[in-house]
């Protein structure tokens, strides 16, 4: 599956040149309506998202939230080069502890919340569902003598009015380990998460192999100027290779208000 991600120039070369897919914690986007709960208040500081659609159809919604005026580029890849590498030694039912990350400070784990113990066929994208009703909160449920959420509905469910944005996410869900020593057991991570131990992160970055970069598909937002174009295929011959990607202009035909002269 193809995916798609809105974004600036910046956030591509950092993209490119550090090898990373920043995941943003939840407290730090745009809808606030996230991740409440009924018993523990919000969970937003303990999740962590990175936001694609697999719309191909241009958005001139997502152009003007996320492009930087329609200036920014829109990221193409095949859905099957994002990948989360387990430790080994903790695959356990529920979750799974990512290795390819790098946390913002070292008392932090992340983890991939699954409903089965085989990563090999888990696909970890989570499809968005707009059905969140007002004021909804999620309650804690009560399982095998655990408490627990259905973590993956914390940061899968949104309201109507942002159905726009048919939007894919992949989730990770941060745990402080300031306190866990060398227990990662899954009453041990619960602890961690319901005691509400501080996480202070506000991202993590996934690393990525260099297969995620073949055949990147860059399109360049309508309002690009010659010069950002330039720039994105200076970045793209540097950390891609010569004829590894794709570059291409908008569509979309869209009057750049920027540059009308006011008079009076």
């Known amino acids: 599956m193809k995916l798609y991600h809105y974004t600036t120039i910046d956030v591509l070369a950092l993209i490119l040149k550090h090898r990373t897919l920043r995941f943003n914690c939840l407290a730090n986007v745009d809808d606030q309506d996230e991740a409440e709960t009924s018993d523990f208040g919000s969970f937003k500081n303990y999740l962590f998202v990175s936001c694609w659609t697999e719309d191909n159809s241009e958005n001139i919604s997502l152009w003007n939230m996320y492009s930087k005026n329609m200036e920014g580029v829109r990221i193409g890849i095949d859905s099957a080069k994002i990948n989360f590498l387990p430790k080994e030694r903790l695959q356990i039912p529920l979750y799974h502890l990512v290795d390819n990350v790098k946390p913002e400070n070292s008392n932090s784990a992340f983890i991939l919340w699954l409903a089965s113990n085989n990563l090999g066929s888990f696909d970890p994208k989570i499809t968005v569902r707009y059905d969140l009703e007002d004021n909804y909160k999620f309650k804690l449920v009560v399982s095998d003598n655990y408490y627990r959420y259905n973590f993956i509905d914390l940061a899968s469910r949104k309201r109507k009015e942002w159905f726009f944005q048919k939007e894919i996410r992949y989730v990770l869900f941060g745990a402080s380990t300031k306190n866990l020593g060398n227990d990662y057991s899954h009453q041990s991570i619960i602890n961690s998460i319901t005691e509400k131990e501080e996480l202070h992160c506000e991202f993590v970055d996934l690393l990525l ?37 794709s570059l291409r202009s908008s569509l979309l035909n869209i009057k750049n208000k920027g540059n009308i002269q006011k008079n009076g």
């Open 209 to 245: 192999n260099d297969q995620f970069f073949e055949n990147i598909e860059i399109l360049m937002g309508p309002l690009c100027k010659e010069s950002d174009k330039i720039i994105c295929e200076s970045l793209l011959e540097q950390y891609v290779g010569k004829g590894q990607y």
